[in-house]
């Protein structure tokens, strides 16, 4: 299974919002409502940020909101701040039963 | 506080087996299904497998199925990952995670596996 693909950076000024992309197919992110967002500080485990397209876990900033078009995902970050510095990951369940991470993507801010 | 402690990572030639462990605690390990995935140095994170609570669904990338297994023990509240054949492509910080059964919302600190000849 091939990585989802994600553009290898985005970046943006502080208070812009980004978003990132995560295409995969019919497969995977088209098929199923199970898309996960993570993010991931240098030398951390990965946080989750997103789950089942939308849902954000009690805790995560609400500046952070996901949405799916297709084969397509989105992560969007609003109001960017420096702390949200690191790679991101998408994350789909397959219609092998298995989950495929995205490619990852590098925020930065500028 | 949810915990999970990786453990059993180490040196180990191509070709050769490592067993790997998952302490967990703070949460109802039963209840919930547990996840490994691992990150290769300079990569992305690679799901690995997943089992459920109860261990009736099991499910493996296709990188490792057949070399790897999955398993957990209720009482002990630990996961297993049972490596064999390993390749030079297995070498990564291999994480234990629990969540929901499609995400992982809490990722342990990972032990690190090393090939070499």
């Known amino acids: 299974q091939s990585a989802l693909t994600q553009p290898a950076s985005v970046s943006g000024s502080p208070g812009q919002s980004i978003t990132i992309s995560c295409t995969g197919s019919?497969?995977?992110?088209?098929?199923?409502?199970?898309v996960s967002w993570y993010q991931q500080h240098p030398g951390k485990a990965p946080q989750l940020l997103i789950y089942e397209v939308t849902t954000r876990p009690s805790g995560v900033s609400i500046r952070f909101s996901g949405s799916k078009s297709g084969n397509t995902a989105f992560l969007t970050i609003s109001g960017l701040q420096a702390e949200d510095e690191a790679d991101y990951f998408c994350?789909?369940?397959?219609?092998?039963?298995?989950?495929?991470f995205g490619s990852g993507t590098k925020v930065t801010v500028l | 506080e949810v915990q999970l402690v990786e453990s059993g990572g180490g040196f180990v030639q191509p070709g050769g087996s490592l067993r790997l462990s998952c302490a967990t605690s703070g949460f109802d390990f039963k209840s919930f299904g547990m996840n490994w995935a691992r990150q290769a140095p300079g990569k992305g994170p690679e799901w690995v497998a997943y089992?459920?609570?109860?261990?009736?669904?099991?499910h493996y990338a296709d990188s490792v199925r057949g070399r790897f297994t999955i398993s957990r023990d209720d009482s002990q509240k630990s996961l297993s990952l049972q490596m064999t054949r390993l390749t030079d492509d297995d070498a990564a910080l291999y994480y234990c995670?629990?969540?929901?059964?499609?995400?992982?919302?809490?990722w342990g600190r990972g032990t690190m596996v090393t090939l070499s000849s």
């Open positions: 995670g629990t969540g929901r059964e499609y995400s992982i919302a809490v």
């Open positions: 994350c789909s369940y397959t219609s092998r039963n298995t989950r495929v």
């Open positions: 019919s497969r995977d992110v088209g098929g199923y409502n199970y």
């Open positions: 089992i459920n609570s109860g261990a009736t669904t099991i």
